[in-house]
């Protein structure tokens, strides 16, 4: 997909690198707001809850929308990049960190907490978050070694600008998902 003609680019290349772009912006932005959300809840105990007959110990933050808004745009980026990016065999990095990178970061959330409360440890989220840790952490051992035995140094090499210009997509993405939940919280 980043290949370059030695003429000049074609208008799809073109196409599918900002699509990239956007892709990998969108991604780290919702991941973020997923990842600081489910920071908020488990600083205020691990559950929250609105209304209803029941009394609520812990009243949802106003934010708490984020949760559903992030999760279903994170699975919609998902759907997109695995059906059209990856199915044309143009596996990039997004592709292959964006499972390992929801799972290894969530699975943090819960271990960094198994440990933060007043008991020794909070068993249920240390559980999760060994669970989270193995479903991001098998795929990106499988994803790097296949990745780097199917590209070589030259290759990377060669598609280092494409590999920074996603990186850096991804470090705005995660820049606006602070200043975003900041606002909203």
């Known amino acids: 997909m980043w290949e370059q003609s030695a003429v000049e680019p074609d208008r799809t290349s073109q196409q599918s690198a900002w699509v ?27 559950f929250v809850a609105r209304g209803g007959p029941y009394e609520i110990a812990h009243e949802a933050p106003s934010w708490v929308w984020i949760f559903p808004v992030s999760i279903v ?4 980026i998902f759907f997109f990049l695995f059906m059209t990016l990856g199915r044309r065999g143009n596996a990039d990095l997004l592709v292959l960190l964006a499972w390992p990178a929801l799972f290894l970061s969530l699975g943090w959330n819960f271990l960094e907490y198994s440990f933060a409360g007043p ?9 999760c978050g060994v669970v989270f840790v193995l479903m991001g952490g098998a795929p990106l051992v499988i994803f790097a070694r296949a990745f780097f035995r199917k590209s070589g140094a030259e290759e990377i090499r060669d598609n280092a600008r494409n590999i920074a210009l996603e990186l850096s997509d991804v470090a705005a993405g995660i820049v606006c998902g602070y200043l975003f939940f900041g606002v909203i919280q």
Do not use: H, K, N, P
Not at 24 to 46: E, I, K, N, W
Not at 73 to 76: A, D, E, K, R
Not at 119 to 127: E, N, R, S
């Open 119 to 127: 008991q020794t440890v909070a068993w249920g989220w240390l559980v």
């Open 20 to 46: 990239v772009v956007l892709i990998s912006l969108l991604f780290a932005f919702f991941l973020t707001c997923l990842f600081l959300a489910m920071r908020g809840v488990l600083d205020l105990g691990g």
């Open 73 to 76: 745009s994170i699975v919609l």
